[in-house]
């Protein structure tokens, strides 16, 4: 069973540009989650869909977008990028939502110059 | 506050010897989960256990186990019979509060475990 995928791997981008990072979950989960993870301020959760729908979102602001597909895809949307979105972003399916596991990709590393 | 407390940034450990990394949490939710995630450089996350405020059991999954001491607000992993594979960042984890809502996963800063062998 294939894990969950995050393309593309490593990006660059340049301050003010916007980005869009791709999620595929585990086949059958519908639960779709974002974390952003900073040497400073180590994980910390942007948003969670589930159904198409987001059912919660972390302190971030507006440039921080997202959604969900039918076939439980999700994409993140950073717009306006600033030097501090530089970081690592997971994503983590579930099977439900609020499911006790939670499984992580190898994430996408975004540096903005 | 930090409602995740992981006080060993970094830990050296002999192989085969049992390892137990800290956590320590602060909630006022009656209801909330606990998690532990290994970290080894490739950057993926990996599930190792979870542990539910009203479980009356301390989690067990192979060599990993959770201390759960609730008046304490302690969750620790030990991990039995470590091994070099072992070797990784390791990320306690909370999530609060029950019903219809999502909410995300609290982390904290992470323990740094080396296993020598």
């Known amino acids: 069973k294939a894990g969950v995928t995050q393309t593309p791997r490593y990006l660059i981008k340049t301050r003010g540009q916007q980005v869009t990072l791709s999620c595929s979950p585990i086949s059958g989960h519908r639960s779709v989650s974002w974390y952003q993870q900073t040497p400073g301020q180590g994980l910390q959760f942007l948003f969670e869909y589930f159904s198409e729908t987001q059912r919660n979102k972390g302190n971030f602001p507006g440039r921080f977008s997202g959604r969900q597909f039918s076939n439980s895809r999700s994409e993140m949307n950073v717009s306006t990028l600033e030097l501090g979105d530089s970081a690592l972003y997971l994503c983590?399916?579930?099977?439900?939502?609020?499911?006790?596991?939670?499984?992580f990709g190898s994430g996408t590393q975004l540096s903005v110059l | 506050a930090q409602k995740i407390t992981q006080t060993q940034p970094g830990m050296f450990v002999q192989e085969k010897e049992a390892v137990t990394l800290d956590c320590t949490y602060d909630t006022s939710d009656p209801s909330y989960g606990l998690f532990w995630y290994k970290q080894p450089s490739s950057g993926e996350m990996i599930f190792l256990i979870y542990q539910g405020s009203y479980d009356q059991q301390n989690a067990t999954e192979g060599r990993y186990s959770l201390n759960f001491q609730k008046a304490r607000k302690s969750a620790n992993l030990v991990i039995s019979a470590s091994q070099l594979g072992d070797s990784a960042m390791y990320f306690c984890a909370m999530r609060e509060g029950r019903g219809g809502g999502a909410d995300g996963l609290t982390f904290g800063k992470g323990t740094h475990l080396i296993i020598q062998p």
């Open positions: 983590a399916s579930s099977l439900f939502l609020r499911d006790e596991k939670l499984f």
